[in-house]
Each structure stands twice: as structure tokens, then as C-alpha cells.
């Protein structure tokens, strides 16, 4: 009776043990912007946003070589509530009090937060920044490799931008790389 007691006991803690997934090294622990509006509430923290397509091949490419870099997905944990927001999502999202709904246009559309995030400039990938009441600081367009991003979100991260011009500020930047 022991035996099957223990080995019960065992298998329940094995299994528990087997359903936390660790925090994988070097990955962008990537949340919803339900989410990260949700953590705010308790740790006020910037949002960043990549705003993507399933459709746009260069957004793939920055998922594959600049959001998968450990230098630059550390940043992107620590300072930030990363999220991955598909500008043609079909769910609604509230923030600020306002609900950001899919429009359709002839056979695809876009969505509103999409939409608003970009100033209805609809160019992917483009990465948003957002303080820690969820006011712009800075949309950024187009692909950046690791390298060249790495310095971008050191200086909004770190809030270097509230106090230096970024050209000042990059002439002193030590690249990790």
C-alpha cells in the first residue's frame, strides 16, 4: 500500500512538475495588450508594440533576427510589457476607455488600435512605444537589425529620451555588439 501511495505521490508531482514551462533565455516573453494594460495596473512599466501582419515576410524576419537576440529581447523583458499586436486582428481591444474595433475594407481590413498606433500609417513591421500611461513616445517603421535596434530601445527604455537628444546620446552609446 506504501509503494502505491508513493509512487501517486510521485506522479502528481511529476506531473505538476511538467506543466510549468520555464522562462526560456533570450525570448520575448510576448503578452497581449489586455495583458499588458492588466500588469500596468500593478507595476507601471512602458508598452512596446509590434505591430505585424501574418502576411508581411519583413515582420518575420525581425522575429527571427532581432526579436530572438538575447541582448535585445533582456531590454525588451525588463523595461517594457512587450506586446505582439496583429493589425488585422478581428477581437476588440479597450484602451483608455475606448474600444478599438476591425473595419473591414472589400475582403481584408484592418484594425482601429492598429490603425491609431500607426497615425493611419499602415506599414508593417512598425514598432510602437508607449509610456507608462499608454501616450505615444514613438512609432518606428520598418525592419532594424538587432544592432541597430539594440540602441533604440536602450535609449526609450532607460528613458534617456526624456532628457538627451538621441544624436548626442547615440554618440556616446557602447554597442554590446
Avoid at 514551462?21 to 507601471?44: D, I, N, R
Amino acid at each position: 500500500m506504501k509503494k502505491i501511495v508513493f509512487s501517486a505521490g510521485l506522479m502528481i508531482i511529476l506531473a505538476v512538475g511538467m506543466s510549468f514551462k520555464p522562462v526560456p533565455q533570450g525570448e520575448v516573453q510576448w503578452l497581449t495588450m489586455e495583458e499588458a494594460v492588466e500588469k500596468s495596473k500593478t507595476e507601471k512599466r512602458k508598452i512596446f508594440v509590434d505591430v505585424y501582419t501574418d502576411w508581411c515576410g519583413w515582420c518575420k524576419v525581425m522575429d527571427k533576427n532581432t526579436f530572438s537576440e538575447p541582448k535585445v529581447a533582456k531590454i525588451l523583458n525588463e523595461k517594457f510589457y512587450p506586446v505582439k499586436f496583429n493589425a488585422e486582428q478581428r477581437q476588440d481591444v479597450v484602451l483608455n476607455g475606448h474600444t478599438y474595433k476591425f473595419i473591414t475594407v472589400e475582403n481584408r481590413g484592418y484594425h482601429e488600435l492598429a490603425a491609431a498606433l500607426l497615425n493611419n500609417q499602415l506599414s508593417y513591421p512598425t514598432v510602437v512605444f508607449l509610456d507608462d500611461n499608454f501616450n505615444m513616445i514613438q512609432p518606428l517603421a520598418g525592419y532594424m537589425k538587432p544592432e541597430e535596434f539594440h540602441p533604440v530601445i536602450q535609449f526609450i527604455g532607460e528613458d534617456h529620451y526624456k532628457s538627451a537628444k538621441w544624436a548626442d546620446w547615440r554618440s556616446n552609446y557602447k554597442s554590446p555588439y
